[in-house]
């Protein structure tokens, strides 16, 4: 039985953001569509190409996506939302982009489907709407050209499929509320259909990926499964693939379905491989997911050796990445500027790739009776053996300083209800007070004054003056639009969260390490490598800067704790807990000081709160407990007038509304532009313990543009959920991705209409 290796997926994004480039040139009239088809033809092409010659024996097909592969589904299932629809037309990659990017018709805003978070990633995902009377067809015929475009090649090929009962359940029904199970037969029959097609072009897997199979599934969606696979089985190997988590709670119906193999993600779960082997039907393949998709360590492969073992000449098994390797970054190749000794510590996709190579040409000479590979495993690991006594990753200093961290204040001084009218006193903000959430545009200019200043082309003084130049743009700006709470706009900063792993101890940072968040959105995650502190203030000086232009209070904006553990690449000696820990104690350094030096309104962004959340219902409570006290021990030292906000977006509300209330911040906005009434029902519910709020009114990823009137609306939509006292009015997320003329419509309008319902609610 010959062990052989494949991949769950593979980075579409490309080794230099080119997919980025060329849907961004697309979407600004830069380049037509048959130059953004070549492009990601090209890379298609490179990236097979790369993984055969890496030694995978399976090519994945139909991971590639022009914005996300949910969407693709969508399409080629013929769900598309009617706003979105023209049915004068066929569908067209422009029908896909009106779906996740939203357009006007007829000076009418059509908006986009909602976004949301791809279970517990930094991936977002378009989310598919139902109507009862849904009807799905087969069309928008990419994955088939893809599968063609392959098999020209001569690539032995596994598509991969989103399942119908993970397509169903990731989804939103829309309008009058029904039961979203009810389509699957008509759903299955397109199923049915697309393996037919399968069949003819003599494909012998598919990837069939349930993810949803790792959650506490309710009885009737476990029950589907034995419907759905018993209808779908037969046309061709179902290789049924989960990832994320565990699914041994799910063993008892999964070994009932009819399917060919299990992919198990043996990295994010606990599951003992011998016990899933024992379980499963003798007949199926076991594809062990024992590369890590989700983060850059060299994995131990001769640990992992030692426990598959066992099982060579027992039962058939590949070995795979524990999910798509979507996100990681390409090629460690690229990275010229990291120590030698540090990269030999990692691992990119395409070493990733030969990974599992190597470890199935280790378990196919087990197989022969031969060891020889399997000294190569254990060289191959040494460096991150070593780790363990390296000064780069432990700080004794930070370990005594997390051993007295509950002599730290854990809550406030006083309640809610004393703070507010302290801060009302202090700031005498208006009803409904305005803000932003915190960037405003990252101009190419601005890029290329940081990118001068890190090369060294231009001195200290140089790149103080051009910073300091640009925030006093943005203050005039937000005076001129007579915004009530100001920000600086950090213009010094790239991004979020690498700016500040870039001024803490314990991070480093990578040229090339880029991944996809969604669309043509890629962020590079920081890599924490060991103990993390601060050891002089981050933000201060650019802040308080800022607030010496203008009277009007400005907000410090820093990032929360478990945001930035939870978008940078993680060390995996030690817990999560330990590491937001960490972290907390350094961003409660900048609390103080930015308190000290006059600031006095704080923004500590979260977004990631709900997106690291365990994806079984028994496990979040844990969590939960230590994330808020995460976020408490990093707000709660300051005096009871400052006023603290926390900004969360594109996440489950509903899921940790209880424990968004325990954060006790005085202001929490989130994005509520793409959602449905859901949320602010949920917050209706909770009102009378939840501080001040500020669902986003308009969405800034959209090219849409609110009008004054659309603004009236929802701002009036919003106060039946919410008291008018509590209330405050900002946009759905930062500035930065859009243009200032832009940036000055919307928000001009936003103000607009602010002023015009003060005074019919005064």
Not at 45 to 71: C, E, N, T
Request: proline share 4%; net charge positive; hydrophobic share 35%.
């Amino acid at each position: 039985m010959t062990i052989v290796g494949h991949t769950l997926g593979f980075p579409r994004i490309g080794l230099h953001r080119e997919l980025k480039y060329a849907l961004e040139n697309y979407w600004n009239g830069k380049i037509q569509e048959d130059k953004l088809l070549e492009i990601g033809r090209t890379l298609r092409m490179r990236h097979w190409k790369q993984q055969k010659d890496s030694g995978i024996d399976w090519i994945p097909v139909g991971d590639f996506a022009w914005y996300d592969h949910v969407l693709t589904t969508s399409l080629m299932l013929n769900n598309i939302p009617n706003r979105h629809r023209s049915f004068q037309e066929r569908l067209t990659l422009n029908t896909l982009f009106k779906v996740s990017r939203g357009y006007s018709l007829n000076k009418k805003l059509i908006p986009p489907s909602e976004m949301k978070k791809w279970f517990n990633t930094n991936y977002h995902y378009i989310v598919p709407e139902f109507i009862e009377t849904q009807e799905f067809k087969l069309n928008w015929t990419q994955l088939f050209d893809e599968i063609d475009e392959a098999l020209s090649l001569k690539y032995k090929i596994k598509p991969i499929l989103l399942g119908p009962i993970s397509y169903l359940w990731l989804g939103k029904v829309k309008g009058k509320k029904f039961n979203r199970l009810s389509l699957l037969p008509a759903l299955l029959s397109v199923y049915q259909d697309i393996l037919t097609i399968f069949q003819k072009k003599n494909i012998d897997w598919v990837q069939i990926d349930e993810p949803i199979l790792v959650l506490e599934l309710p009885s009737k969606w476990l029950e589907a499964y034995l419907n759905v696979y018993e209808q779908l089985h037969g046309k061709i190997k179902l290789l049924l693939t989960t990832y994320f988590d565990s699914i041994y709670h799910q063993l008892n119906i999964i070994r009932q379905l009819k399917v060919d193999g299990l992919h198990v993600d043996l990295v994010s779960s606990p599951d003992n491989v011998s016990l899933i082997h024992e379980q499963l039907p003798k007949n199926w393949i076991l594809s062990a997911g024992v590369i890590n998709g989700r983060n850059i360590w060299k994995t131990n492969l001769h640990s992992w050796f030692k426990k598959l073992s066992p099982l060579v000449g027992e039962r058939k098994i590949w070995i795979g990445s524990s999910c798509s390797l979507l996100h990681s970054p390409i090629d460690l190749n690229m990275e010229k500027k990291l120590d030698k000794h540090i990269t030999e510590w990692f691992a990119f996709a395409l070493q990733k790739c030969s990974e599992i190579k190597m470890l199935c040409t280790a378990l196919n000479y087990k197989n022969k009776n031969d060891s020889t590979y399997e000294d190569i495993l254990n060289q191959y690991y040494i460096a991150n053996n070593l780790r363990s006594h390296s000064t780069t990753v432990h700080n004794i200093q930070v370990k005594k300083r997390l051993k007295h961290i509950n002599k730290i204040p854990h809550s406030r001084y006083s309640p809610y209800t004393t703070r507010v009218i302290l801060q009302h006193k202090k700031f005498n903000l208006p009803l409904f007070p305005t803000t932003t959430i915190g960037s405003f545009p990252q101009t190419e200019e601005i890029r290329q004054l940081r990118s001068n200043f890190k090369n060294n082309q231009i001195d200290e003084k140089d790149y103080c003056v051009g910073i300091k130049n640009y925030i006093k743009q943005i203050i005039a700006e937000q005076e001129k639009l007579d915004l009530d709470v100001l920000v600086h706009g950090e213009p010094e900063r790239n991004d979020m969260v690498e700016y500040f792993g870039e001024n803490l101890n314990g991070f480093i940072f990578t040229q090339n390490g880029w991944v996809q968040s969604y669309g043509s959105r890629c962020v590079k995650p920081p890599v924490i490598i060991g103990d993390i502190s601060r050891s002089k203030p981050i933000t201060t000086k650019w802040i308080n800067y800022a607030q010496s232009l203008t009277n009007k209070p400005i907000k410090g904006i820093l990032t929360g704790p478990v945001t930035i553990m939870s978008w940078s690449f993680l060390r995996e000696d030690i817990q999560r807990k330990i590491i937001a820990l960490q972290l907390a104690l350094s961003i409660r350094d900048e609390v103080i000081d930015l308190e000290k030096s006059g600031i006095r309104i704080i923004q500590i962004d979260e977004p990631a709160l709900r997106e690291g959340l365990p994806l079984k219902n028994s496990n979040q409570k844990k969590y939960l407990e230590w994330a808020v006290n995460v976020f408490k021990i990093t707000a709660s030292s300051v005096k009871d007038d400052t006023q603290i906000h926390t900004h969360m977006c594109y996440s489950e509300f509903s899921d940790i509304i209880h424990a968004i209330i325990k954060l006790d911040a005085d202001v929490i906005s989130i994005e509520a532009s793409r959602s449905d009434e859901k949320i602010l029902e949920t917050i209706q519910h909770v009102a009378i313990n939840l501080n001040a709020i500020g669902p986003g009114i308009y969405d800034i990823h959209s090219i849409n543009e609110p009008t004054q009137n659309d603004l009236i609306e929802k701002i009036n939509q919003l106060l039946k959920y919410i008291p008018k006292n509590r209330l405050w009015i900002n946009p759905d997320c930062g500035l930065k991705t859009r243009s200032w003329p832009e940036i000055k419509r919307s928000l001009d309008n936003m103000v607009s209409a602010v002023k015009i319902l003060r005074k019919q609610y005064s």
